[in-house]
């Protein structure tokens, strides 16, 4: 399950590292406290509006872009969390024919079935 509170918390704590600032020196400028802080940035907190305002505005980052930041971590995010239930359910694989024959060593016209899987293709030659 992807938790909103855990990518908001990763992306500030990024935007922080980036401009080589210390939790102590954060919490001071958005005033609130370190503990807090802290559990916002590890995800064990879910943070107001205005909560993110300070941070944003001790951080000198639009909240624009933070959440921009976090909505693209949310996709990604989404689309792992998808191809992994994909992944663990395999689709029924169906015979597809092929609309080219093949000609054989001996001249013999074949067809071809291609049975394809969720992720891969396998040719089988049919005689």
Do not use: F, H, W
């Amino acid at each position: 399950m992807i938790l909103l509170r855990r990518l908001l918390g990763d992306v500030l704590r990024r935007q922080r590292q980036r401009q080589g600032r210390t939790l102590r020196e954060v919490s001071s400028s958005a005033r609130v406290s370190l503990g807090y802080l802290s559990e916002v940035e590890r995800g064990q907190k879910e943070a107001s509006s205005e909560l993110l305002s300070s941070i944003c505005d001790a951080l000198d980052v639009r909240m624009s872009e933070l959440m921009r930041e976090v909505s693209d971590e949310l996709a990604l995010a989404e689309l792992a969390e998808s191809a992994a239930a994909s992944d663990a359910v395999p689709a029924p694989m169906r015979p597809v024919l092929n609309p080219l024959s093949v000609t054989s060593m001996t001249g013999v016209p074949e067809e071809r079935v291609t049975i394809k899987a969720p992720t891969e293709a396998v040719d089988v030659v049919a005689a």
